[in-house]
Structures are given as structure tokens and as C-alpha cells.
């Protein structure tokens, strides 16, 4: 399994922006689809966008669509997620995994948890006045 290591977040204001990096310390992410989570409090961690492994395939929730931009380094081992426009709905803590149950085509975001997916500590992201 790969290792992933999140980043970038904090304390925001209302109408601010932040990039979150997803890094593999064990691989290349080359093989893999990635998806963005997050989970606020009191609320189920739900998928938000994923990129495919070709990233030919990107895909966005409607209440980040707009907002939100996945993207993969050039080196194949970051994953990053472009936050604009944050409001405080989009608090919460944001993971990074790959799992064979995460299904990014084109038009299509799906995620069904396997006890195969690697899995990011998480990254808190904050937004408040």
C-alpha cells in the first residue's frame, strides 16, 4: 500500500483560498485514482472530488464544483486539491486516499470502502472570521 501524507491546511477567512497537497512517501501515485474526502464534525466523511490515474478523468461534487480544482504533479507523487471561495461549510477535515473501491471516470464519482485503501492522516481546514 502506498503511504499518504496530507497538507496545507489552517485558518481561513470567508472568500479565501488554500491548496492542499496530497504526498506519497512510499510510491508513485502512477497506478492509482485519488479522491479528496473530508468529514465535519458530527457528519460522515464524504468524497468531494477525484482524479483518475491517467488524470484524464477529474470529477467534483456540485458543492464544490466551481470552487475546487484536483490536480496531479508532474511527478506523479502529489496530488493537490485548489480551494477558492471557501465558506464555512467547507470545514472540515480533509483525507486523501487511493482504495480499489474508488471509481473516477469520466463523469463519474463513486467510492465504496475496501480494507485495501491507503489512507492520509487527514488535514484540518478551518473557516471562520
Known amino acids: 500500500q502506498v503511504q499518504l501524507v496530507e497538507s496545507g491546511g489552517g485558518l481561513v477567512q470567508p472568500g479565501g483560498s488554500l491548496r492542499l497537497s496530497c504526498t506519497a512517501s512510499?510510491?508513485?501515485?502512477?497506478?492509482?485514482?485519488v479522491g479528496w474526502f473530508r468529514q465535519a464534525p458530527g457528519k460522515e466523511r464524504e468524497l468531494i472530488s477525484c482524479i483518475s490515474a491517467n488524470a484524464g478523468a477529474t470529477n467534483y461534487i456540485d458543492a464544490v464544483k466551481g470552487r475546487f480544482t484536483i490536480s496531479r504533479l508532474s511527478d506523479k507523487k502529489v496530488v493537490f486539491l485548489g480551494m477558492n471561495n471557501l465558506t464555512p461549510e467547507d470545514t472540515a477535515v480533509y483525507f486523501c486516499a487511493t482504495d480499489p473501491g474508488l471509481i473516477c471516470t469520466a463523469g463519474n464519482l463513486f467510492h465504496r470502502r475496501t480494507d485495501f485503501g491507503s489512507w492520509g492522516q487527514g488535514t484540518q481546514v478551518t473557516v471562520s472570521s
Open positions: 512510499s510510491a508513485t501515485l502512477d497506478y492509482y485514482a
